[in-house]
């Protein structure tokens, strides 16, 4: 597994990739067909900006990328369709976006892990809840979504929701993921607009942190 994680740290490097973690993205949108270009992307979680490089190539000039993350992004290097700002989840609003939905939203987003698998997986749970609670004013109908997730008890409630909300929804892992992490990448078509609320959602604490790690993280 050392050998595989070394595989696609040497080929960020290579290919001018902020973090290893692009290739996670390039897998999920080849197998699962989000980004079109000219499509708007909302990235959330997006620093230190690998997420960013691909949606950006893959929407082209004609398209756009926001991308949110509470570090600041090294602006260096990419495109003018992208716009970068520093904000926390809780703090945004549609203004910050020109009040127009986005086509897709992908969020690499974790909360700070605590060491406590239990506890990194509800917190990651109610992270994507509370996205998945400003797709109302965030995502377009028909629009598509991935959101990083880390498994746990909570996960088939988060899975039950994604059901509910969108036309197609399911889990998947990319290979570039490492084979003993929790993470998952819940991939998301057809926004269907809001759905009653039918207990799925569970109510925690605020979940606290977010964002992508360096180049040496997944």
Known sequence: ????QDHFFRLAKEQGFRARSAFKLIEIDDRKKLIRKGDRVLDMGAAPGSWTQVAAERVGPKGAVVAVDLKAIDPRGLPQHVTLLQSDLMDLA???????????????MGPDTSGDPFGDSIRSVNLCNELLDRFPRWLRKGGHATMKVYEGSEYPALLKRCAALFAESKGFKPKSSRAESVEMFVTCKGYKGPAADDGSRTAKAKPRGWGDGPVTEP
């Open 1 to 4: 597994m050392k050998e595989v």
């Open 94 to 108: 549609p203004e910050h976006f020109g009040g127009v939905p986005f086509d897709v939203v992908i969020s690499d």
